[in-house]
């Protein structure tokens, strides 16, 4: 940032809300006080399949401060269910710790003492619990909108005459979120409207979902949520928990609160889903690839298909003229699995590069010097150029810095005393992808500015980013900016997931703050008492909060003047952005990852040592905010590699370490030394920011290198994750 406060796109401006994150300013969504607020508490299915045959009640409606228990029995009827969610309109169980009823009282604690005095009685149906023998009924699906299978060229003819073939069996566990605020709603009725205080990656989906399930106009129900303490995906659905809240809010004439408690966050509200991938590869001597064939299955629930996409990436990863990707989802009668932090692409990049990894070990090959022989310069099925692509840069920086040239090739040849030194490395990717928003900008009569979008802050910087991007366009300090967003009452934004939120309300920001700055310079040059009166607006400019002729000496004045001589009105303009990409040029962000890995030679202790990382992300908004999210990811890809698996009672589907204590993730002391830096170079063919998303592309080849550093270490290749010492002795 210059010495006059000015902030220009790519300056690492400190965040906006972080003062107010710091001294607890900063209202999450259980965290609002309304008044006649009543608490409610879910009580949960314990059987994995069947239906209720009755409820007692009874003691939990005697129970002080009760003011309802809404079971199937007597929960209203609504317009439109839906049945992937749990709303109590009838009597059937499809999963462990599935909401079946909702107790209401007066405090917190009286709701959770009563929930636990309600007794559902079951009668227990067939589960479907075995994901192996569900393999032969498994069927393909979509995600997001793209199909689950595809394939070119002749993969088995490739196959058969390759002169070396790689082929192995990797699997990963199911994973669940668990960020550190759980899911929380609270929602009040004023007649026929509705708003929602809720924790949400997509405020838009909530209010339209809401509108349906409630048979009420768009416009009666509001959606709020300021600010969300981690989502990672688990909060782009709309889940259970939210609509109960809605509906017992009418039920009983009250504002109503729900807050998950965590052992709640384990089923209800999503997981990343169990994959087995068979992966094969075949190449040449030389190590130039001619065949890939991967073929994926996961488990999806019996209510609602969710196809995890981790043969996708094995698309676009490396040139090869035969490859083919197969999905498969089989039914469980578990939760209903979503998006987590890049869906599909963090399991599927897995195999992917640890079998490239062996691939190299078997050809004696430099692990990277395989990859650039395989480099994909188009995207290798449509054979279109991508929109940019620097990843052969990422993989020379990121080389250099990690010092990749000094390692020994040999397995178990690097050790210091006890430990077992391992270096590996991945490529990471992630599609760039972006949606239509819309933004608003407003020169206010007090001398600041406002900048709004109905998008949501989950903590990778929104207010931050639309804040730098109208003081950018506008030439003003950041401190004469207000950013507003998770609101339904603001122009629309997308949902905040797949990386794309900087992609999608970044231009619609810059488009308004341009527009709105055309508009009071027009206001400027017509006003009679401006000094600036007459001038021709292209040669006016807008700088440092003032209106100033580009040659005029003193014919300058600051804008809440012109808006003072009329009548203290707001000057500002809406813009709307929509993608100009079309949907068949391929668009992706590549990065390359470096790791090194101790490991205890008679413990199997591991623990990672350093991260070196550089990507290719197009233009880089705030070079702070994106180095925590490459960070992050890089700190959840250790966390997957290492430590993160949902234990599942597989005979009646209950989850045995739904708790914090149990479901371990990586924690500070687990976290190595990081070097995450990106390329800065701008994508315009995506958008007209230049910028493509960041969020998730960290966690996605992290895995990976662990996993091949490990292997460097020890000599042992694990495919299984996580990878835990007992698999190391």
């Not at 069947?50 to 317009?79: F, Q, Y």
């Not at 619990?129 to 498994?138: T, V």
């Not at 669940?176 to 929380?184: F, G, L, V």
């Not at 040239?405 to 040849?413: A, D, L, T, V, Y």
């Given at each position: 940032?210059?010495?006059?406060?000015?902030?220009?796109?790519?300056?690492?401006?400190?965040?906006?809300?972080g003062?107010?994150?710091?001294?607890?300013?900063?209202?999450?969504?259980?965290?609002?006080?309304?008044?006649?607020?009543?608490?409610?508490?879910?009580v949960?299915?314990?059987?994995?399949?069947?239906?209720?045959?009755?409820?007692?009640?009874?003691?939990?409606?005697?129970?002080?401060?009760v003011?309802?228990?809404?079971?199937?029995?007597?929960?209203?009827?609504?317009a439109?269910?839906?049945?992937?969610?749990?709303?109590?309109?009838?009597?059937?169980?499809?999963?462990?710790?599935?909401?079946?009823?909702?107790?209401?009282?007066e405090?917190?604690?009286?709701?959770?003492?009563?929930?636990?005095?309600?007794?559902?009685?079951?009668?227990?149906?067939?589960?479907?619990?075995?994901?192996?023998?569900?393999?032969?009924?498994?069927?393909?699906?979509?995600?997001?909108?793209?199909p689950?299978d595809?394939s070119?060229?002749?993969?088995?003819?490739?196959?058969?005459?390759?002169?070396?073939?790689?082929?192995?069996?990797?699997?990963?566990?199911?994973?669940?979120?668990?960020?550190?605020?759980?899911?929380?709603?609270i929602?009040?009725?004023?007649g026929?409207?509705?708003?929602?205080?809720?924790?949400?990656?997509?405020?838009?989906?909530?209010?339209e979902?809401?509108a349906?399930?409630?048979?009420?106009?768009?416009?009666?129900?509001?959606?709020?949520?300021?600010?969300?303490?981690?989502?990672?995906?688990?909060?782009?659905?709309i889940?259970?928990?939210?609509?109960?809240?809605?509906?017992?809010?009418?039920?009983?004439?009250?504002?109503?609160k729900?807050?998950?408690?965590r052992?709640?966050?384990?089923?209800?509200?999503?997981?990343?889903?169990r994959?087995?991938?068979?992966?094969?590869?075949?190449a040449?001597?030389?190590?130039?690839?001619?065949?890939?064939?991967?073929?994926?299955?996961?488990?999806?629930?019996?209510?609602?298909?969710y196809?995890?996409?981790?043969?996708?990436?094995?698309?676009v990863?490396?040139?090869?003229?035969?490859?083919?990707?197969?999905?498969?989802?089989?039914?469980?009668?578990?939760?209903?699995?979503?998006?987590?932090?890049?869906?599909?692409?963090?399991?599927g990049?897995?195999?992917?590069?640890?079998?490239?990894?062996?691939?190299?070990t078997?050809?004696?090959?430099?692990?990277?010097?395989?990859?650039?022989?395989n480099?994909?310069?188009?995207?290798?099925?449509?054979?279109?150029?991508?929109?940019?692509?620097?990843?052969?840069?990422?993989?020379?920086?990121a080389?250099?810095?990690?010092?990749?040239?000094?390692?020994?090739?040999?397995?178990?040849?690097?050790?210091?005393r006890q430990?077992?030194?391992?270096?590996?490395?991945?490529?990471?990717t992630?599609?760039?992808?972006?949606?239509?928003?819309?933004?608003?900008?407003?020169?206010?009569?007090?001398g600041?500015?406002?900048?709004?979008?109905?998008t949501?802050?989950?903590?990778?910087?929104?207010?931050?980013?639309?804040?730098?991007?109208a003081?950018?366009?506008?030439?003003v300090?950041?401190?004469?900016?207000?950013?507003?967003?998770?609101?339904?009452?603001?122009?629309?934004a997308?949902?905040?997931?797949?990386?794309?939120?900087?992609?999608?309300?970044?231009?619609?920001?810059?488009?308004?703050a341009?527009?709105?700055?055309?508009?009071?310079?027009?206001?400027?040059?017509?006003?009679?008492?401006?000094?600036?009166?007459?001038?021709r607006?292209?040669?006016?400019?807008f700088?440092?909060?003032?209106?100033?002729?580009k040659?005029?000496?003193?014919?300058?004045?600051?804008?809440?003047?012109?808006?003072?001589?009329?009548?203290?009105?707001?000057?500002e303009?809406?813009?709307?952005?929509?993608?100009?990409?079309?949907?068949?040029?391929?668009?992706?962000?590549?990065?390359?990852?470096?790791?090194?890995?101790?490991?205890?030679?008679?413990?199997?202790?591991?623990?990672?040592?350093?991260?070196?990382?550089?990507?290719?992300?197009?233009?880089?908004v705030?070079?702070?905010?994106?180095?925590?999210?490459?960070?992050?990811g890089?700190?959840?890809?250790?966390?997957?590699?290492?430590?993160?698996d949902?234990g599942?009672?597989?005979?009646y589907?209950?989850?045995?370490?739904?708790?914090?204590?149990?479901?371990?993730?990586?924690?500070?002391?687990?976290?190595p030394?990081?070097?995450?830096s990106?390329?800065?170079i701008p994508?315009?063919?995506?958008?007209?920011?230049?910028?493509?998303?960041?969020?998730?592309?960290?966690?996605?080849?992290?895995?990976?290198?662990?996993?091949?550093?490990i292997?460097?270490?020890?000599?042992?290749?694990v495919?299984?994750?996580?990878?835990t010492?007992?698999?190391?002795?």
């Amino acid at each position: 940032m210059s010495g006059n406060g000015l902030v220009a796109i790519g300056d690492p401006l400190a965040r906006v809300d972080g003062r107010a994150k710091v001294t607890g300013a900063a209202k999450y969504s259980a965290e609002f006080s309304i008044p006649g607020l009543v608490h409610a508490a879910l009580v949960m299915s314990t059987v994995p399949s069947g239906w209720i045959e009755r409820m007692d009640t009874a003691a939990a409606e005697k129970s002080p401060g009760v003011l309802a228990v809404i079971t199937p029995s007597n929960a209203i009827r609504l317009a439109a269910p839906e049945r992937r969610i749990s709303l109590l309109q009838d009597d059937q169980v499809f999963y462990q710790n599935q909401p079946v009823a909702i107790v209401v009282a007066e405090t917190l604690e009286q709701a959770r003492y009563a929930a636990t005095l309600v007794q559902p009685h079951y009668q227990p149906g067939p589960a479907k619990l075995d994901f192996l023998a569900g393999f032969p009924a498994s069927y393909s699906s979509s995600h997001a909108g793209e199909p689950g299978d595809q394939s070119w060229g002749d993969v088995d003819g490739a196959l058969a005459s390759a002169e070396v073939k790689i082929q192995a069996l990797y699997t990963t566990p199911i994973q669940h979120h668990n960020p550190m605020e759980p899911h929380a709603t609270i929602a009040q009725w004023n007649g026929d409207r509705v708003t929602l205080h809720d924790a949400s990656q997509h405020i838009t989906g909530v209010q339209e979902t809401t509108a349906k399930i409630f048979g009420i106009p768009k416009e009666n129900v509001r959606v709020i949520s300021l600010f969300v303490g981690g989502a990672f995906g688990c909060k782009g659905q709309i889940w259970s928990h939210a609509m109960l809240a809605v509906l017992a809010a009418r039920q009983v004439q009250r504002p109503v609160k729900v807050v998950l408690e965590r052992p709640q966050m384990f089923g209800p509200v999503g997981a990343r889903p169990r994959t087995y991938q068979q992966m094969t590869l075949g190449a040449t001597r030389e190590g130039k690839l001619t065949a890939i064939k991967h073929v994926v299955h996961s488990n999806t629930s019996v209510i609602e298909d969710y196809l995890e996409s981790a043969a996708f990436p094995a698309r676009v990863m490396y040139a090869c003229p035969n490859i083919s990707t197969t999905s498969r989802i089989v039914p469980l009668n578990l939760g209903t699995p979503t998006y987590m932090r890049a869906p599909g692409v963090a399991t599927g990049t897995y195999a992917v590069e640890v079998a490239m990894d062996e691939l190299a070990t078997k050809l004696q090959i430099d692990p990277l010097e395989l990859r650039l022989r395989n480099y994909a310069q188009v995207d290798p099925h449509s054979g279109q150029p991508f929109t940019e692509k620097h990843l052969r840069e990422c993989y020379q920086q990121a080389a250099s810095r990690f010092g990749w040239s000094k390692r020994s090739h040999e397995p178990r040849s690097m050790r210091n005393r006890q430990e077992l030194i391992g270096w590996g490395m991945a490529t990471e990717t992630y599609p760039g992808k972006n949606l239509p928003a819309s933004a608003m900008v407003r020169f206010q009569p007090n001398g600041r500015i406002l900048v709004a979008s109905g998008t949501q802050e989950i903590g990778t910087g929104n207010y931050t980013i639309l804040t730098e991007i109208a003081a950018d366009v506008l030439r003003v300090p950041a401190a004469m900016i207000d950013a507003r967003l998770g609101d339904t009452d603001l122009p629309p934004a997308p949902i905040s997931a797949g990386s794309m939120s900087t992609a999608s309300i970044g231009p619609a920001v810059q488009a308004a703050a341009e527009n709105a700055r055309q508009k009071l310079i027009a206001l400027a040059v017509s006003d009679r008492q401006s000094m600036l009166y007459g001038a021709r607006p292209e040669d006016v400019v807008f700088d440092g909060g003032n209106v100033t002729l580009k040659s005029g000496r003193g014919k300058s004045e600051p804008f809440a003047a012109v808006l003072r001589r009329h009548g203290n009105q707001p000057v500002e303009a809406t813009a709307a952005a929509k993608p100009i990409l079309d949907s068949h040029t391929p668009c992706h962000s590549f990065g390359a990852i470096f790791a090194e890995v101790t490991v205890d030679a008679d413990l199997g202790m591991t623990r990672v040592k350093r991260v070196v990382a550089v990507y290719d992300v197009g233009r880089i908004v705030n070079r702070e905010t994106a180095q925590s999210q490459f960070i992050g990811g890089i700190v959840w890809g250790i966390s997957l590699a290492l430590y993160e698996d949902t234990g599942v009672d597989w005979r009646y589907g209950r989850i045995t370490n739904a708790n914090l204590a149990d479901y371990l993730v990586a924690v500070n002391a687990d976290i190595p030394e990081i070097d995450a830096s990106a390329l800065d170079i701008p994508d315009y063919r995506l958008d007209s920011l230049g910028a493509r998303g960041i969020g998730e592309i960290g966690i996605t080849g992290t895995g990976a290198a662990i996993a091949n550093a490990i292997f460097h270490a020890t000599g042992k290749r694990v495919r299984d994750l996580p990878i835990t010492p007992d698999k190391l002795v």
